[in-house]
């Protein structure tokens, strides 16, 4: 059975693990409505930060901002703009970091983007953009140094890459221009990211990689999703779905499980901070935090 006990042994680890949610923008009045609800019961938990995604191509940009902007103005949380390069020029992405520096945003989370003909295609630049991600993060803190930029990283490789010397020589790149942090695609088998993890170490790269956990409550749905971006998805997890297709609470039970022994090892390893895709839904990251200790803050100071 995996062990969800939140560890308390070892005199230097850590209480807690420290955690942040992804969101994406809205397209709907409804899922407008489920997303506040899902940052209404996941906010008491207090996270370093939230970050809100940006769609393809930039398809999301005024849903985006709108996003974080009602974040700004409604709670206390940190937000955290994703921002790519693709479809726009240099000036037009620039006027958007203006346009959130404005607003009091003090992070971004910068991306290249995948290819605007979708995934597995080539990917073009737009002529007068920002070509690369590390150029990308390099604008950005020159226009405001006091914007924190986050960057993604990759424990199975980014597809692209023509090796893990090449995608660590962009990580690498990406901290050289000013990255604070890196996040990483979602994984399932926590070997990759630990072997990353000391890749990323040997090359005296010091930056936290943060892992990017995503509960996986519609299996088949996400197992697709994620292969194409170069996830491997374990057979053991697979089997852990087997014959639930049409019994969505079994398949939650499971994923928030699932989820929750991943990060309990990782803590186990020493990794004290975590990124959630919740897929905007509460549920599953509510009950991995509990499993894991955490608590809603009014909770904590009532008690
Ligand atoms: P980079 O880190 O710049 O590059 C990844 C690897 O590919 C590097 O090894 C690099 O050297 C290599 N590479 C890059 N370009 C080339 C090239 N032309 N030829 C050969 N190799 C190349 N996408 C969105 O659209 N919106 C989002 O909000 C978003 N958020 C994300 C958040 C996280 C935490 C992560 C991990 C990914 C996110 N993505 C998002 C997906 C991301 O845009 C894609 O994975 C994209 O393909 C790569 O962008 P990047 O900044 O990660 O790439």
């Not at 549920?283 to 009014?298: M, N, S, W, Y």
Request: aromatic share 8%; proline share 7%.
């Amino acid at each position: 059975m995996t062990d969800v006990t939140p560890p308390t042994d070892g005199p230097r680890a850590p209480k807690l693990p420290k955690i942040s949610f992804e969101f994406f923008p809205p397209k709907t009045e409804e899922m407008e409505r489920n997303l506040w609800d899902t940052i209404k019961r996941l906010a008491p938990l207090d996270p370093n930060f939230v970050s809100v995604t940006y769609g393809a191509g930039g398809s999301t940009r005024e849903r985006t901002h709108a996003t974080i902007v009602r974040m700004l103005r409604e709670t206390d949380l940190l937000p955290a703009a994703h921002l790519t390069c693709v479809g726009a020029s240099r000036t037009e992405i620039d006027e958007v970091v203006d346009r959130y520096h404005d607003a009091g945003v003090r992070h971004v989370v910068a991306l290249r983007g995948d290819p605007a003909s979708g995934i597995g295609t080539p990917f073009v630049a737009h002529p007068d953009g920002y070509q690369t991600s590390p150029e990308l993060v390099a604008g950005i803190k020159k226009r405001h140094g006091d914007i924190e930029v986050s960057v993604s990283a990759y424990p199975e490789k980014h597809p692209e890459a023509r090796d893990f010397d090449a995608d660590i020589d962009t990580l690498q790149a990406k901290v050289d221009a000013g990255a604070a942090r890196a996040i990483t695609q979602v994984f399932f088998d926590n070997e990759f990211y630990l072997r990353y993890l000391d890749r990323v170490r040997a090359r005296n790269i010091e930056i936290p990689i943060v892992p990017g956990i995503m509960p996986m409550h519609n299996f088949k749905q996400a197992r697709n999703f994620v292969t194409r971006t170069g996830t491997t998805v374990p057979d053991w997890l697979a089997q852990k779905f087997d014959g639930l297709d049409n019994d969505a609470d079994t398949r939650k039970l499971v994923a928030a499980t699932v989820a929750a022994g991943q990060v309990q090892k990782l803590f186990k390893h020493g990794v004290d901070t975590f990124h959630f895709y919740t897929m905007n839904r509460a549920d599953l990251v509510f009950t991995i935090c509990h499993l894991l200790g955490i608590r809603p803050k009014a909770t904590q100071e009532a008690a």
